[in-house]
């Protein structure tokens, strides 16, 4: 049995996987594009031809956007506040532009990588013929 999930793990390593999901590529080829448009899902790898309609990453991403940016700008802004102890507006407008940049940047990267980790552990339609 233990070999069995040996051979089914190392069939489609997680890491690599990620990584290209991070660069918003085929979590298969590391060639074609996951994403359109912003955060529409392709329906196939341009390169590999992997079926990636499959995809159901829902709200993870958003979740782990709003996670790390949090983990991230609470403690800056802390740090900030009582070390400088700038003007509200100016706290307010810097920090919420922080925010807002941030979240957009990492979305897209986590939905590629929700999308890889689906894809490496063989989830949603994502079975060994892929």
């Not at 079926?51 to 991403?61: E, H, T, V």
């Not at 925010?99 to 989830?123: D, F, N």
């Amino acid at each position: 049995m233990s070999d069995i999930v040996a051979t089914d793990a190392a069939d489609r390593p997680l890491k690599p996987a990620l990584f290209k999901g991070w660069r918003c590529r085929c979590p298969r080829c590391g060639e074609g594009r996951t994403l359109h448009s912003y955060l529409k899902v392709n329906d196939t790898c341009s390169n590999c031809g992997l079926d990636l309609s499959k995809a159901r990453a829902d709200d993870g991403p958003a979740y782990l956007t709003i996670l790390i940016v949090g983990h991230l700008m609470a403690p800056i802004m802390h740090v900030v506040y009582f070390e400088w102890q700038p003007n509200p507006w100016v706290t307010f407008s810097v920090f919420s532009l922080g925010c807002i940049v941030s979240s957009l940047l990492l979305l897209p990267r986590m939905k590629g990588m929700v999308i890889a980790y689906q894809w490496a552990r063989k989830m949603h339609g994502f079975d060994k013929d892929d």
